[in-house]
C-alpha cells in the first residue's frame, strides 16, 4: 500500500479541493473537508505506485509540501521500544526501554521529536430487563397485578487520551516516550508535580541537548480518526487512534529531516 500526504498547503484549501475531486474521483464536499481537518492529511492510499507517483507529483506542482512513502515502512508504536526510565548524561541518553536492556543513545542520533496524542475510547453495551407495570390491563381485569418485561439498552462510554513523544533516530526504529508510562526519576532536581509536566520538562530537557533534532507538535490539536482494536465476550469494544497517528507521525518525521527550513520546529 502506497501512502501520499499533504504535509503544507500552498494555497487556499478551496482552491486545491478543486483539484482533488477532480483528480481523486471526491464529491466537492469530500474534499474540502478532507483539507479543512488540516495538515498533515492523507489525500491517497492506493496498491497502484504509479497512481501515487503521479499524484504526489502533482500535488508538488500546484506548490504543496507533500510526501509519499510505502506503508510497510510505518513503524507501528506497539512495535517502537517503549521508554520506561532514562537518564541525561553528557553526551548520551542512558535509557531503560521495556522488555530490553539499558541502552545509551547518543544526542546526535537524534533525527527529529513529533508530539502526539494517543486516544483509546472503551465502549461497553449492556442490555437491562425491567419489569414495567402496566396499569391499563389492571383496570381491565379488576384489580388483577400484571406487568411485562421491558428490555432497554445502556452504552457507556469512556475516552484516556495519553501525550507521547515518537524519538525518531538516524540509526534505529523510534522511541515512544509515554506520558503516562515513564517514569521520572531521571530528572532528579527538575522533577516536577505531575506527570504531564514531567513528560513536558523531558522534552524541554530532550531538545536542548538535540537542539539540530527538529521539534512538531501539531498531532497534539489534530484530530486523527480510530479504528477497531477488539470486541470482549461481554460487548466492551476498544478503539485507539494509535494507528492512524502512527502514519502521520511518519510523515511529519520525513518532513523534518529532509528540510533545513522546518516551518513545524516551534509548533505548538
Known amino acids: 500500500m502506497y501512502v501520499v500526504a499533504l504535509v503544507r498547503l500552498g494555497s487556499a484549501p478551496a482552491d486545491e479541493a478543486k483539484h482533488l475531486s477532480r483528480e481523486l474521483g471526491l464529491a466537492p464536499y469530500e474534499a474540502t473537508q478532507l483539507l479543512l481537518r488540516g495538515t498533515p492529511t492523507i489525500t491517497l492510499r492506493t496498491n497502484d505506485r504509479r497512481e501515487a507517483e503521479l499524484h504526489l507529483a502533482n500535488l508538488s506542482r500546484r506548490g504543496h509540501e507533500a510526501v ?6 510505518v513503524v507501528p508504536s506497539s512495535e517502537m521500544g517503549e521508554v520506561r526510565t532514562f537518564a541525561f548524561r553528557p553526551d548520551a541518553l542512558a535509557v531503560e526501554v521495556r522488555g530490553r536492556a539499558e541502552m545509551s543513545i547518543p544526542y546526535e542520533d537524534f533525527l527529529c521529536f513529533v508530539r502526539a496524542v494517543h486516544r483509546v475510547t472503551e465502549r461497553h453495551t449492556e442490555v ?10 389492571i383496570a381491565l381485569t379488576g384489580g ?9 439498552e445502556q452504552t457507556t462510554r469512556v475516552e484516556e487520551r495519553e501525550h507521547v513523544l515518537y524519538v525518531f533516530r538516524r540509526t534505529a526504529q523510534p522511541l515512544l516516550l509515554g506520558a503516562q508510562r515513564a517514569k521520572y526519576t531521571g530528572l532528579g ?13 523531558t522534552i524541554e530537557l530532550l531538545r536542548s541537548h538535540a537542539p539540530f533534532a527538529p521539534y512538531d507538535a501539531r498531532l497534539v490539536t489534530l484530530r486523527t480518526p480510530q479504528s477497531h482494536l477488539s470486541v470482549s465476550a461481554r460487548g466492551q469494544e476498544t478503539v485507539s487512534s494509535a494507528g492512524g497517528v ?3 507521525a511518519h510523515v511529519v518525521a520525513m518532513a523534518l529531516s529532509r528540510s533545513g527550513e522546518n516551518p513545524y520546529r516551534d509548533a505548538r
Request: no cysteine; glycine share 2%.
Open 68 to 73: 509519499g512513502f510505502d506503508a510497510s515502512a
Open 246 to 248: 502512527d502514519v502521520l
Open 128 to 137: 437491562k430487563a425491567e419489569r414495567v407495570i402496566d396499569f391499563r390491563k
Open 189 to 201: 532536581e527538575e522533577l516536577r508535580p505531575t506527570q504531564l509536566a514531567n513528560f513536558e520538562r
Open 144 to 152: 388483577l397485578m400484571m406487568s411485562k418485561t421491558l428490555e432497554k
